[in-house]
């Protein structure tokens, strides 16, 4: 009994893959949402003379840096299988934990050091909540999103915090060099660090197979909940990065800041392509998804259609880019 | 009740068993595509007033597309369906279960947050005035068909409070309840306690009695032969066979079912058996098992036998750190450790291939080599950076070992058979270099020749020095495989079984409690 | 009654109860019968919204459109009155509840037809919905001094002491407590909810269920929204900003499972309730109003914990001597 299993012939050989790396590239939807984003930039070059300016496309870049900056900690948190709803509200905690500490004279290291440990917090507590607990994220994260910005509320009122100092705006208003500013040079780098961990490290793989699977996951000698709590957490520190930006860029504080982001950063990792339901999606889907979503509202704007109505636009492209190749494949049946 | 294994009961003829009565249904032709595969190509089914008449046949054979077929789910692509006589299409559900079918299935398909009675009348509940449910009837209704099959149940009780048998009953009362033609039971038995099955056998009795023609979709033989008319055999979606049970013996069935004569043959094995290498003392669980205790040495395959709930799977899930014991220990190599999670074991050398293949087994959705790799990272990786090149090499290694049947190693794990998919998990464990490895149910629901290369290889890992636990409820599969068998009933250890012990009749006593009387 | 006692609902009841003898205590004029029914009739639209909202989580679904399509059939009825004072009210009624179930239907169609996750869908047209305000009103307001009296009156009319808001809230809730109990439909949303598997093989529909609850909830949400813009006498694009989530929140502190299949309508009432109550109570109570949010957060963590600790499974018992403790 030495040889089993292969019935006498040789093993049969099984090639790595089946198709080349073009092949899966034309089918994916990160180059469908790259062709509606120069779709995007090339009718709006056409439609106002101002939208290839340098520094107008700069200042375009503030659109969406801060909300890409959650919406890559949420794509790996929604390719787990799990959600953070409560990320405007921890912008809105860290923003005031950060305009209080200006009160009692804090300088820029320690404003930011408050900001990034409130999110860090915040992140915690809804991962204790879900991981240790095992109570279910969406849920959880409407709860906690009423009560971070409710404490935001009852600390500041209708009040607002301002005089944070002068260096402290570098982070929401400077630039690296020309128009090039700090914060879109931060959310490069971060797109990096997120496509490396989330497509070329361990961890990333990690995510995608909970989010396939948990339980086989976890039968797989996963630790499910340490990977989640990690993805919470992250998602937590973003909020305070982002919470950092976003106060520096306005110099003040009110309870009602980044209200409704939670919801634009959830369409911008959808419409990146992430499946709601866990288990798809890649960093550059997303990074395009930003660009899409910045550009629209950028372009819009030069046309002086107000936000408000983008957002139709947006709610389309988010229902379409699903819905069509799904209609198109029903009228071809 | 006495179980015959070497032999099936021949049945006895029965009322009405006779090749010339009309069939109340009869399906001809019937042809059913999916994207890729025909799942039905012009198959022929006929079922009898008052006769039980048994679908055979492998997975894939198309007796679940029948079963949807018959209730509606899918319409056909070709062929009739004719009941007493009439031509009928079933458009929805709603369809079949107004034209008397209706079907309880493998899985209790019914709903926990509502009541026993609304469960028998979800559908088709009494109306009162304005249209509106008469719940008042519906109690009584529901009482009164309970009654009707000795079932003690209360109509208010919400289904999440009843146990499997319960709900069992409760199905058979939705089927009584719209006085269905035809009732079909989709391996009705696969989830029961041996005293709750003779349970079932006694109301297929009564539903035979009262005239009802009964499709029973089941891959027991002994139960087949026990209570069936008739038989009908499917093979890749065709319709190979049928006739009457007293014309057929379990040879001939088999050979139907896998198209050639097989005998289960099973690897030959030298029992050389090494020094211990898994020890576990004093196992206890509140709820599932107690006083566990038992040695693994190196190179053994040990089988565990017992009923379906005897709580063999809970007190490997506990060794594999899925759930906690609360009492007893663990010995690895002499040395005592603690397993608080499947990691954990992972670490220690002990894996676990789980009976439920799609929800705990693989990771549908992830192409195979990541399947295999992913509790091999720190192995493949560098860093904690991917290599991918490491994880081709490893996952071709392991598959291509187990002999696995894809397209790509990069394919999702989904699209392989049940056979191929179980070949992935047991790669991504031995790719692990594990000492123990628990297989719990490993052919349940996979081809023969998978199956066969399943125990081939399981013979060649012991013969490598690997320990096996097999957890089984196949009798030859258990006595063909294992050096030894503990067998379990009730959650404690009925029995230990060697060399002569080790025989079919005294696993059955030991699992059925019956080897308890002296 | 036993089995009451033990429930969710008993357990919500007695805070409730709890939380006004509370307030009582030291402020007793809160819990006069006037003052209840004030807090009622301001809790109204909440609740209507959040039993629309039951339907559609009781089928795994979720709705984030309703603030939005509230607003914009809001707005609709406001700007149809300031330009047509002489339409009638029974009119404006129509035209709310069919409006607001036709941007029900467009998420039912997307969740049925399209095989689109809800939550997806009702993003998307959350902000088509608000934008689509924007574009017909151009960003104006609609002010009370062009709205007619007949139309901001209607809401506010007494009868025997409670004002036509709540009646209709009574009205609707009764309305639900019958179609959910007694109704094929009502009880479908509960089978497609529990187990969608075994819904179709009773012959339910599991898309066009879920389908109906869009509707359902539309419709709901269609008529609060002129009952909204009648009573505050203002429509403009932001009113109800947020409101859905505040709708969810009062499902989940009522205990209706977000994963489907379980809860009830008295559950619902009574969560929109303790909302309210808590809202109503706190400028009387002296504790300002900015606490109002960081409450029902902390009430639907609380309410969250307990559901989901009383729901969860216990193993099979399989021990012979193990089953008479369980």
Not at chain 1, 225 to 241: P, Q
């Amino acid at each position: 009994m030495t040889e089993t299993a292969s019935h006498g012939q040789a093993p049969r050989h099984i090639p790595d893959r089946l198709q080349g790396p073009g092949a899966r590239l034309l089918k994916s939807w990160e180059l469908l949402l790259f062709a509606v984003a120069v779709a995007i930039f090339v009718a709006n070059s056409f439609a106002s003379p101002y939208f290839l300016n340098a520094w107008n496309l700069s200042d375009a870049t503030f659109n969406f840096t801060e909300k890409a900056m959650i919406a890559f900690a949420m794509a790996l948190l929604i390719i787990s299988g799990e959600i953070d709803l409560s990320v405007a509200s921890i912008i809105a905690l860290c923003s005031t934990a950060m305009g209080a500490a200006v009160q009692y004279g804090a300088g820029t290291p320690e404003i930011v050091l408050i900001g990034l440990a409130t999110g860090l917090a915040c992140g915690a507590f809804n991962a204790v909540l879900v991981t240790k607990m095992g109570l279910p994220s969406i849920v959880v994260t409407i709860g906690t999103m009423s009560l971070f910005r409710g404490i935001s509320y009852i600390v500041l009122g209708d009040g607002a915090y301002r005089g944070y100092p002068a260096d402290f705006a570098y982070f929401g208003q400077g630039y690296v060099f020309w128009v090039i500013s700090f914060e879109f040079v931060l959310f490069a780098l971060l797109a990096v660090l997120y496509y490396i961990l989330l497509h070329r490290t361990n961890f990333g793989r990690m995510v995608y197979a909970i989010g396939n699977n948990a339980t086989a996951a976890s039968f797989s000698g996963i630790r499910v909940a340490r990977v989640k709590f990690i993805l919470f957490l992250l998602t937590g520190l973003m909020s305070g990065v982002a919470a950092i930006c976003l106060t520096s860029r306005l110099g003040s504080t009110r309870p009602s800041i980044a209200f409704g982001w939670e919801l634009e950063v959830v369409t911008m990792v959808v419409l990146g392509g992430v499946s709601i339901l866990g288990g798809s999606g890649s960093i550059p889907g997303v990074v395009i998804a930003a660009f899409v979503m910045g550009l629209v509202t950028f372009g819009l704007g030069l046309l002086n259609v107000p936000g408000i109505v983008m957002s139709i636009f947006i709610g389309l492209l988010l229902i379409g880019v699903i819905a069509l190749p799904r209609l198109w494949a029903m009228w071809r049946r | 009740m006495q179980v015959s294994l070497t032999t099936p009961p021949v049945a006895e003829s029965r009322n009405g068993a006779t090749a010339d009565a009309a069939p109340v249904l009869r399906l001809e032709g019937i042809t059913k595509t999916f994207p890729g595969v025909k799942a039905l190509d012009g198959v022929t089914l006929e079922l009898y007033p008052g006769q039980v008449t048994a679908l055979v046949g492998e997975n894939g054979a198309g007796k679940s597309t029948i079963v949807k077929t018959l209730t509606g789910i899918y319409q056909p692509d070709g062929g009739t369906i004719s009941l007493g006589g009439e031509p009928v299409h079933f458009a929805t559900a709603q369809d079949a279960t107004a034209a008397g079918i209706t079907a309880i299935h493998q899985e209790t398909v019914l709903f926990d947050e509502l009541s026993v009675a609304e469960n028998i009348f979800i559908g088709h509940a009494p109306r009162g005035r304005f249209g509106l449910i008469d719940w008042s009837k519906m109690r009584r209704d529901a009482q009164e068909i309970l009654s009707r099959i000795d079932a003690d149940l209360d109509p208010d009780m919400p289904l999440r409070e009843l146990g499997i048998a319960s709900k069992h009953l409760v199905a058979i009362a939705r089927a009584l309840s719209v006085d269905a033609r035809v009732v079909i039971m989709d391996e009705p038995t696969a989830a029961l306690s041996h005293k709750e099955i003779e349970e079932l056998y006694e109301l297929v009795e009564r539903l035979r009695a009262e005239g009802r023609a009964i499709l029973f979709i089941s891959h027991k033989f002994d139960e087949i032969f026990r209570i069936a008319d008739r038989y009908t055999v499917f093979r890749d979606g065709q319709h190979v066979g049928s006739g009457l049970i007293a014309d057929v013996d379990e040879a001939e069935l088999v050979r139907l079912m896998v198209g050639r004569s097989v005998d289960q043959i099973f690897p030959q094995r030298a029992h050389n058996v090494g020094d211990e290498v898994l020890k576990v003392v004093g196992y206890a669980h509140p709820t599932e098992f107690d006083e566990i205790n038992f040695t693994l040495r190196r190179g053994e395959i040990l089988g565990f036998y017992g009923l379906v709930g005897a709580g063999r799977s809970e007190v490997m899930q506990a060794l594999f750190g899925v759930t906690r014991p609360s009492k007893g220990a663990v010995r690895i190599d002499g040395q005592v450790r603690v397993i608080r999670s499947p990691a954990e074991a992972v670490e220690n050398g002990i894996v676990y291939v789980p009976e439920d293949r799609g929800r705990q087994g693989a990771v549908i959705g992830l192409p195979i080599f990541q399947n295999v790799t992913l509790p091999s990272l720190a192995q493949t990786s560098r860093g904690g950076f991917l290599r991918l090149s490491e994880e081709f090499a490893l996952a071709r290694e392991y598959t291509e070992r187990l002999d696995l049947r894809a397209a790509a190693l990069d394919q999702d794990v989904g699209n392989l058979s049940g056979g191929n998919q179980q070949k992935v998990v047991i790669a991504k464990w031995l790719a692990t270099k594990p000492k123990v490895i628990i297989l719990d149910e490993p052919t349940k629901g996979i081809d023969i020749g998978s199956k066969a290369a399943v125990h081939g290889f399981m013979a060649e890992l012991a013969a490598q020095g690997l320990s096996v636990i097999m957890v089984s409820s196949e009798i030859p599969e258990v006595l063909g495989m294992s050096d030894r068998v503990i067998v379990m009933r009730e959650g404690l250890i009925a029995a230990e079984l060697e060399g002569e012990a080790l025989t079919p009749e005294n696993l059955v006593r030991h699992a059925a409690g019956i080897g308890a009387q002296p | 009654m036993t089995q009451f006692l033990k429930s969710r609902e008993a357990i919500l009841s007695a805070a409730i109860l709890a939380l006004l003898m509370l307030i009582a205590s030291r402020f007793p004029a809160f819990v006069a019968p006037s003052n209840l029914a004030r807090v009622f009739t301001d809790t109204s639209p909440l609740i209507l919204l959040a039993l629309g909202q039951t339907v559609v989580i009781l089928t795994r679904c979720i709705d984030l459109s309703v603030a939005a399509n509230l607003a914009l059939t809001g707005m609709v009825c406001a700007m149809l009155n300031a330009t047509y004072p002489g339409v009638p009210v029974a009119v404006i009624l129509v035209l709310a509840l069919v409006m607001g179930a036709v941007m029900g239907m467009v998420n039912g169609l997307l969740v049925w037809k399209l095989n689109i996750p809800p939550i997806v869908v009702t993003l998307g047209t959350m902000t088509i919905y608000r934008g689509i305000i924007f574009v017909i009103s151009g960003g104006a307001w609609v002010n009370a001094h062009e709205m007619s009296h007949a139309f901001t009156g209607f809401p506010r009319a007494e009868l025997l002491g409670l004002p036509v808001l709540a009646w209709i809230a009574i009205l609707v809730t009764g309305l639900f407590f019958l179609g959910i109990a007694r109704t094929p439909l009502g009880r479908a949303f509960y089978a497609v909810g529990g187990n969608p598997h075994a819904a179709v093989y009773t012959g339910i529909d599991v898309g066009k269920t879920q389908f109906m609850a869009f509707t359902i909830s539309g419709m709901l949400a269609g008529l609060t929204g002129y009952l909204w813009v009648a009573r505050y006498s203002v429509a403009y694009v932001d009113i109800a900003g947020g409101f859905e989530l505040e709708v969810v929140a009062a499902c989940v502190i009522g205990g209706i499972s977000i994963a489907g299949g379980a809860g009830t309508i008295l559950g619902t009432l009574l969560g929109a309730l303790f909302l309210g109550i808590v809202k109503n109570a706190l400028p009387v109570v002296d504790i300002s109003p900015f606490w109002q949010l960081a409450i029902s957060g902390t009430a639907i963590i609380v309410a969250v914990a307990f559901n989901t600790r009383s729901g969860r499974n216990k193993g099979r018992i399989i021990l012979k001597r193990a089953e008479g403790h369980a």
